[in-house]
Nanobody
Framework: QVQLVESGGGLVQAGGSLRLSCAASGRAFTTYTIGWFRQAPGKEREFVAS????????YYADSVKGRFTISRDNVKITAYLQMNTLKPEDTAVYYCAASLVGGSKYNYWGQGTQVTVSS
């Protein structure tokens, strides 16, 4: 069992930056792939980025490539999403999730943190 808690969301102007954190508790964090997802009002949840257990495989959605950076600290059992050059269309609730199977299915989810980007 893994518990995930996101933090770092807030209100920022377009062009600004935020860093989201995903603090984990429970065993075996280092064996999980961690993903970030987001859901905007009236839209389906979408994939943002993922990082494998050893950080050797990192993937991004096309919409955030070059602006967002995913990372993890297996000592602090925390994952991060650095978001730069934010746009109003990045406004959403952001969730982190943990996958036992390399990202094909996510087994555990956090409660989400709101990111609002004003124009």
């Amino acid at each position: 069992q893994v518990q995930l808690v996101e933090s770092g969301g807030g209100l920022v102007q377009a062009g600004g930056s935020l860093r989201l954190s995903c603090a984990a508790s429970g065993r075996a964090f280092t064996t999980y792939t961690i993903g970030w997802f987001r859901q905007a009002p009236g839209k389906e949840r979408e994939f943002v980025a993922s990082i494998s257990s050893g950080a050797s495989r990192i993937y991004y959605a096309d919409s955030v490539k070059g602006r967002f950076t995913i990372s993890r600290d297996n000592v602090k059992i925390t994952a991060y999403l650095q978001m730069n050059t934010l746009k109003p269309e990045d406004t959403a609730v952001y969730y982190c999730a943990a996958s036992l199977v390399g990202g094909s299915k996510y087994n555990y989810w956090g409660q989400g943190t709101q990111v609002t980007v004003s124009s």
